[in-house]
């Protein structure tokens, strides 16, 4: 069965550090990488979102890069602070073909003062 | 707030019941999507609806079905209900009908079979 692995499971980092997420996908015919936040007893948000078209993309302190022929992109939270503690799921789907589209297991992010 | 809203937030059934979760999207918003999060399969996407049509459909059992009506609001439908099918329920809208739309996520329906 296809999957979004993502890794780490768990991530406590220092405020004011950088909190980085890495997720890998099978299928090529992926072409839309979002990813959520959720804080807890709430829906998860989108975040970012990337296409496989650009390598990198900046909005504030959060960072997507995207390596296409990997099959892997990451998050990258600058500047990290305690309101970011929540979990991050990235996923993958095709704009097209949304049935496909398949979520990461999430990573639950501490960020300690 | 993100502007979408489920009812009922808690439900509590016994097995071999059937229940009905209610989504209103956010004003505007043609497409609703229904998500199962659970902590042994995570976020899996269900079924999504785009102005009353069913657009795409995901890992949906048969024992659930789903509607968008008229106005635009939504109904899933569990039957036959068993004790695996105790999890979150999420409802999220977008403006449009495919899948890079943003979606905006309701807060859950948090359904409990005993």
């Known amino acids: 069965q296809q999957q979004v692995k993502q890794s780490p499971q768990s991530l406590i980092v220092q405020k004011g550090g950088i909190s980085i997420i890495n997720c890998a996908y099978e299928?090529?015919?992926?072409?839309?990488f979002p990813w959520y936040q959720q804080f807890p007893g709430k829906g998860p948000a989108l975040l970012i979102a990337?296409?496989?078209?650009?390598s990198e993309k900046k909005e504030g302190r959060f960072t997507i890069s995207f390596n296409k022929s990997a099959k892997q992109f990451s998050l990258h939270i600058m500047d990290s602070q305690p309101g970011d503690s929540a979990t991050y799921f990235c996923?993958?789907?095709?704009?097209?073909?949304?049935?496909?589209?398949?979520f990461g297991p999430g990573t639950s992010l501490s960020v300690i003062p | 707030d993100s502007g979408v809203t489920q009812t009922p937030k808690h439900l509590i059934t016994a097995t071999g019941q059937r229940v009905t979760l209610r989504c209103s999207p956010r004003?505007?918003?043609?497409?609703v999507y229904w998500y199962q999060q659970s902590l042994d399969q995570g976020l899996q996407f269900l079924i999504q609806?785009?102005?009353?049509?069913?657009?795409a459909k995901g890992n949906i059992l048969e024992r659930f079905s789903a509607q968008q009506f008229p106005d635009l609001h939504s109904e899933l439908n569990l039957s036959s209900l068993e004790l695996g099918d105790s999890a979150l329920y999420f409802c999220?809208?977008?403006?449009?009908?495919?899948?890079?739309?943003?979606?905006?996520f309701g807060p859950g329906t948090r359904l409990t079979v005993t």
């Open positions: 999220a809208s977008s403006v449009g009908p495919s899948g890079d739309y943003e979606q905006y």
């Open positions: 299928n090529t015919a992926f072409d839309y």
């Open positions: 990337i296409r496989p078209d650009v």
């Open positions: 996923a993958a789907s095709m704009v097209t073909s949304y049935d496909k589209v398949i």
């Open positions: 004003s505007g918003d043609l497409s």
């Open positions: 609806y785009y102005n009353g049509e069913e657009r």
